[in-house]
């Protein structure tokens, strides 16, 4: 079981930043790939960015390619989501999700373990 936990939300004007990280509560966190979803009201949740165990492979929608930056520190047990460049739209809840296959993904359905999500707000 891999409990995680999400910080760094809040609320901030478009064209401001901020940086989530996600605590993972087990020390074989470093052989997860994982993974950044978001869910708007009245919306599917959607993909947002993943990373590989080692961080050498990452992934990000179209929507936040260039603006935002998934990073690992598997020494301290987190990873982070750096978001530069925010817009109204990215507005939504963020979750951070780990895997227990050998791979990134952008499919939700193949996260095992999900922490509660941190609320992003961005103001026009």
């Known amino acids: 079981q891999v409990q995680l936990e999400e910080s760094g939300g809040g609320l901030v004007q478009a064209g401001g930043s901020l940086r989530l990280s996600c605590a993972a509560s087990?020390?074989?966190?470093?052989?997860?790939?994982m993974g950044w979803f978001r869910q708007a009201p009245g919306k599917e949740r959607e993909f947002v960015a993943a990373i590989s165990w080692s961080g050498g492979t990452t992934y990000y929608a179209d929507s936040v390619k260039g603006r935002f930056t998934v990073s690992r520190d598997n020494a301290k047990n987190t990873v982070s989501l750096q978001m530069n460049s925010l817009k109204p739209e990215d507005t939504a809840v963020y979750y951070c999700a780990a895997r227990k296959g050998t791979g990134a993904t952008t499919m939700s359905a193949q996260y095992d373990y999900w922490g509660q999500g941190t609320q992003v707000t961005v103001s026009s």
């Open positions: 087990r020390r074989t966190f470093s052989a997860f790939p």
